[in-house]
């Protein structure tokens, strides 16, 4: 998966960015906090937002498959602390939010959904909340006339 990534967005493995687990539903992801500090020396901001937003990509094309092109439209970063380790995030999908998500695509060629994430460092502190709102659009819909 990780190879994957890096061929797509080769920013991510510049910066320590990395799928720790994927499997139908879930997703965990991490970023080192080396190579990644601010001018305090915890993890820059930007960094934050790569480990948030990239893991809500994999887990739709998991999840739905190739023929659904996931696009974020708008993420939110609050931020709790300072985090001075690595953090990593996790992300659930239930099977009830798949299958909407699918239905709408196919019905309308495009589906709205969110994901909120829960960035912790390695102590276990939550330094971080993320919300995405991503939009689905399935590849050659066409509306019926």
Do not use: C, W
Request: proline share 6%; hydrophobic share 40%; glycine share 8%.
């Amino acid at each position: 998966m990780n190879k994957i990534i890096g061929l797509s967005i080769p920013f991510a493995p510049r910066n320590n960015f990395s799928v720790e687990e994927v499997r139908p539903g879930y997703v965990r992801a991490k970023i080192r906090l080396k190579g990644n500090k601010n001018h305090f020396g915890s993890l820059y901001a930007g960094a934050y937002f790569l480990v948030a937003e990239i893991p809500g990509g994999v887990l739709t094309l998991f999840d739905l498959g190739p023929s659904y092109t996931p696009i974020l439209k708008e993420m939110t970063l609050q931020f709790l602390q300072p985090a001075n380790s690595d953090v990593t995030v996790e992300f659930t999908l239930d099977p009830e939010t798949v299958a909407a998500i699918l239905a709408d695509a196919d019905e309308t060629g495009r589906a709205k959904f969110s994901l909120e994430g829960k960035l912790v460092d390695e102590e276990g502190n939550h330094v971080a909340t993320s919300i995405a709102h991503y939009r689905v659009r399935k590849k050659g819909f066409k509306a019926e006339a």
